[in-house]
């Protein structure tokens, strides 16, 4: 079956880290870490809440390790970089699973969001009759 991966449009979500880093372990049984395939830098597993028009999912993703990612603390606000989604699907004893894989190049420090402007928060005021 062909892989396929999909770069998610982020434009207008927030991401606040849920979770710290953990090593992502690619056999739990024999304590083998899991690596990147390109670099060899171990890779961590974070939950992310992102947030996108008053909606929120919680989703995990593998970044590989990096001295930013392991300075970021739950509760921080981020960006991911580079986040390509991959849609997976198996079958095990006539039971299907499925669910998307979530994999960054690198996870830093998003900038605060600046607060609303007076002027945008304008209320209506009531008309004469």
Do not use: C
Request: hydrophobic content about 45%; cysteine-free; charged content about 15%.
């Amino acid at each position: 079956m062909a892989r396929i991966t999909i770069r998610p449009d982020l434009t207008g979500t927030s991401h606040l880290l849920a979770t710290p880093a953990a090593v992502k372990m690619a056999d739990a049984a024999t304590g083998q870490v899991a690596t990147d395939r390109e670099s060899g830098a171990t890779l961590y597993t974070v939950q992310l809440l992102e947030t996108y028009e008053g909606t929120a999912q919680l989703i995990k993703v593998t970044v590989p390790e990096s001295e930013a990612l392991l300075s970021l603390t739950p509760g921080s606000m981020v960006r991911p970089v580079g986040l390509i989604a991959t849609p997976w699907a198996n079958l095990f004893n006539g039971q299907v699973s499925s669910g998307v894989a979530y994999r960054a190049e690198a996870l830093v420090a998003a900038p605060p969001a600046a607060p609303a402007s007076k002027s945008a928060a304008k209320t209506a005021e009531p008309v004469a009759s």
